[in-house]
């Protein structure tokens, strides 16, 4: 029996009741490319999947439709349009909250007069969840983000029911700090991260490869998480290319079991 089947057994006899969340160690660390590619591998099996972009700043009017267009969709968009086959069941991708300004979620909102709410974000996702489907979350930026004048991230984490958490950390000096912080303050409000899976937005040298590796190790030691699956670095990535989606698909691999064993 494939992996795809037996999630989709799982999901079709119990459903879906605990959603995956991405979030990161801070902003621009590779947690759209990571969802896009957990996106990718769901695609491909026999369930249905619904993407969030819980809130998406910094995003650009079209001019065709004069509505507002989020980044980090169109790479979700353009990961499973590079697919060789199309998705077996065409994922549900969606933003809740999309902001002009390119700032911290609780000031973009402001600025345009609106406020995030942890509650309708936690409704949307049961919903989701309701509906059979395989909920995939990326969140803004890192666990303390403000969402609104009294809330972050973590409050959001919180108000949901046994969550996944995923934690993407960008492979570079000082990640070790940054990665530790986030689970220690994960676990002090009862939350165990799945795992930890490492970007690498910039080229390895020789002069760094001793210490990127070490990264690994060591977060998984103290931080007392295993990294489920590292990301190399991709030169000259094009998310519009089915050629570096390649290299993302094999790094991704390896979270398959771990995404089934949590699925129910």
Same mark, same amino acid.
């Given at each position: 029996m494939t992996l795809g089947t037996r999630i989709a057994i799982v999901g079709l006899m119990h459903?879906?009741?605990?959603?995956?969340?991405?979030?990161?160690?801070? !902003?621009?660390?590779?947690?759209?490319?990571?969802? &896009?590619? /957990?996106?990718?591998?769901? &695609?491909? =099996?026999? %369930?249905?999947?619904? !993407? /969030?972009?819980? +809130?998406? !700043?910094?995003?650009?009017? @079209?001019?065709?439709t004069s509505a507002l267009v989020a980044p980090d969709l169109e790479i979700y968009r353009q990961?499973? @349009? *590079? %697919? =060789? *086959?199309?998705?077996?069941?065409?994922? @549900?991708?969606? +933003? #809740?909250?999309?902001?002009?300004? &390119?700032? @911290? #979620?609780?000031?973009? &909102?402001?600025?345009?007069?609106?406020?995030?709410? !942890?509650?309708n974000l936690c409704e949307i996702v049961s919903r989701e969840l309701q509906g059979g489907r395989f909920v995939l979350a990326e969140c803004a930026g890192g666990l303390l983000v403000p969402l609104n004048s009294k809330e972050t991230t973590l409050d959001f984490l919180c108000a949901l029911p046994a969550a996944n958490v995923l934690l993407?950390?960008?492979?570079?000096?000082?990640? /070790?700090?940054?990665? %530790?912080?986030?689970?220690?303050? %994960?676990?002090? $409000?009862?939350?165990?991260?799945?795992? /930890?899976?490492?970007?690498?937005?910039?080229? $390895?040298? =020789?002069a760094d490869r001793f210490l990127r590796e070490d990264n690994l190790?060591? $977060?998984?030691r103290f931080g007392r998480t295993e990294v489920l699956a590292e990301i190399p670095w991709i030169e000259d990535f094009d998310p519009q290319t089915p050629g570096g989606w390649g290299s993302v698909d094999e790094a991704i691999k390896p979270l398959g079991p771990t995404l089934l064993s949590n699925a129910s």
């Open positions: 459903g879906f009741s605990h959603p995956w969340i991405i979030v990161g160690t801070d !902003t621009e660390v590779g947690k759209t490319v990571v969802t &896009a590619g /957990i996106l990718r591998l769901l &695609a491909r =099996q026999p %369930l249905k999947v619904s !993407t /969030i972009k819980l +809130v998406q !700043t910094g995003c650009s009017l @079209s001019e065709s990961a499973l @349009s *590079s %697919l =060789q *086959s199309p998705p077996l069941h065409e994922p @549900s991708l969606q +933003v #809740p909250y999309c902001f002009e300004p &390119a700032c @911290s #979620p609780h000031l973009a &909102a402001e600025l345009q007069r609106q406020t995030i709410s !942890t509650g993407v950390a960008d492979n570079r000096l000082g990640m /070790i700090n940054h990665t %530790l912080l986030t689970l220690h303050t %994960l676990d002090s $409000v009862g939350i165990r991260a799945r795992g /930890i899976v490492l970007n690498n937005t910039t080229p $390895v040298t =020789q190790r060591t $977060v998984a």
